[in-house]
């Protein structure tokens, strides 16, 4: 069996490729599959600080495989739909910060990755769109990582028309963080990486915690709640660590060398 998803680590980058031609890289059992393997073994290997989402390939990602979902006769557990939406959480909750670079046109499942991940790099030639109304299904599930993206107006919009939109007004609109000239793509993301690299691993996992699980309560509650935790970062290694270094005019441990 061809392998769909390459994964490679260097230098604390874990680069996850997806590489199905056949299909545009759709979300096929297979490839959901072993994206989620090389996310676990990303989490799971303590040199990984980054995790990098990418392609090969003209197409980002062409969303759900329809043709396995057309085999499964809308009755198998091997639908697509049934295990995408653990991979979206998996990549929500991972405690590695995740970088979707964009080359290439992302539709409708294909967005629901690339606004999962913490930050999305786009080029400006990769184009956008919510093509399900028109395939006479909902966008149902990438809708709990797509719309907290989007502006508000913006999601009823291209939700309901389908429309095709750019890189440049996919970053307009919240999808992606950047939209660069094609050629520029690499080292923005390269950009990204870098300035990841230099936040302490335990300190951006509480942080992704914090971003996706903010304390609920009254206002007292909530500034106990973010006091206590703070106490605790202030008090740890790695902070005790990072305060040593800003004194003393050096780099933290966690910091790779140049």
Known sequence: MTELVHSAVEHGVATLTLDSPHNRNALSPQLLAELAAGLRAAVADEQVRVVVLASVGPVFCSGLDLKATAAADGASTDLPVVAFPELLSAIVESPRPVIARVAGPAR?????????????????????????????????????????????RAGHELFLTGEVFDGARAAAVGLVNSAVPDEELDAEVARYVGMLTKGAPGALAATKRLLREPPAGSLSDRFAAMAELSARHFASEEGREGIAAFAEKRRPTWVPAD
């Open 108 to 152: 409708a499942g294909g967005i629901g990755l690339v606004a999962a991940c913490d930050v999305a790099v786009a080029a400006r030639s990769a184009t956008f769109a919510f093509t399900e109304v028109r395939l006479g299904v909902v966008p149902a599930v990438i809708s709990v990582t797509a719309l907290p993206r989007l502006l508000p």
